[in-house]
Nanobody, 120 residues
Framework: QVQLVESGGGLVQNGGSLRLSCTAS????????AGWYRQAPGKQRELVAT???????YYSDSVKGRFTISRDRPANTLSLQMNSLKPEDTGVYYC??????????????WGQGTQVTVSS
């Protein structure tokens, strides 16, 4: 069974930076197309950033210009560099990796989440 494990969360002051990492284990799956989501208490999970199989990236308007998503294929790791953090960035951050065959989603894996808290 494939497992995704996030790390790098913590407490940071307004304007600070954090780098989140997500590593996939298991011989059957390598991170290709993937993304980061976050969820604040009492709110629904929202998309933060994605990266396609070809390396194209997408960012939500709220983090554009501050966050950078990247993928290291040899290390089988997904990362999210977060700069200029704001209190509204606080939440549990989840990594997500998937495999599409044509237009059909055939694999979809999630990590357990890592807490990010930005103080004012």
């Amino acid at each position: 069974q494939v497992q995704l494990v996030e790390s790098g969360g913590g407490l940071v002051q307004n304007g600070g930076s954090l780098r989140l990492s997500c590593t996939a284990s298991g011989v059957n799956f390598n991170i290709d197309a993937a993304g980061w989501y976050r969820q604040a208490p009492g709110k629904q999970r929202e998309l933060v950033a994605t990266i396609t199989s070809g390396g194209d990236t997408y960012y939500s308007d709220s983090v554009k210009g501050r966050f950078t998503i990247s993928r290291d294929r040899p290390a089988n790791t997904l990362s999210l560099q977060m700069n200029s953090l704001k209190p509204e960035d606080t939440g549990v951050y989840y990594c997500n990796a998937w495999l599409d065959v044509g237009k059909v989603r055939v694999l979809d894996y999630w990590g357990q989440g890592t807490q990010v808290t930005v103080s004012s």
